[in-house]
């Protein structure tokens, strides 16, 4: 499974929640390649699924099943509670 985590520009945040998801996974004891792009630039065959603020997901084309929203990016426990609801439907 690959993860990307998306930002407005594919720098400082989206490297962040990269490092962030990287440890939510940890914690849930799953694995996963994990990786960070900008908006304009991911793709929907880039990865299995994409995580990204909710200040730029209204802009995002991808669709609803690839994708988490997240309010709070630097929240570890926020992606662990996100990514625990995807993998357990």
């Known amino acids: 499974m690959k993860i990307m985590a998306v930002c407005g520009h594919g720098l400082g945040s989206s490297f962040m929640m990269e490092m962030?998801?990287?440890?939510?996974?940890?914690?849930?004891?799953k694995e996963a390649e994990v990786d960070h792009q900008d908006l304009a630039s991911v793709?929907?065959?880039?990865?299995?699924?994409?995580?990204?603020?909710?200040?730029?997901?209204?802009?995002?084309?991808?669709?609803?099943e690839k994708l988490i929203v997240v309010k709070n990016i630097v929240s570890i426990k926020e992606f662990e509670?996100?990514?625990?609801?995807?993998?357990?439907?």
């Open 20 to 29: 962030n998801i990287k440890k939510a996974l940890k914690a849930l004891g």
């Open 43 to 64: 793709s929907v065959n880039d990865a299995d699924l994409f995580i990204m603020g909710a200040d730029i997901a209204s802009s995002s084309n991808l669709p609803a």
């Open 81 to 89: 509670e996100k990514l625990s609801e995807y993998f357990n439907k």
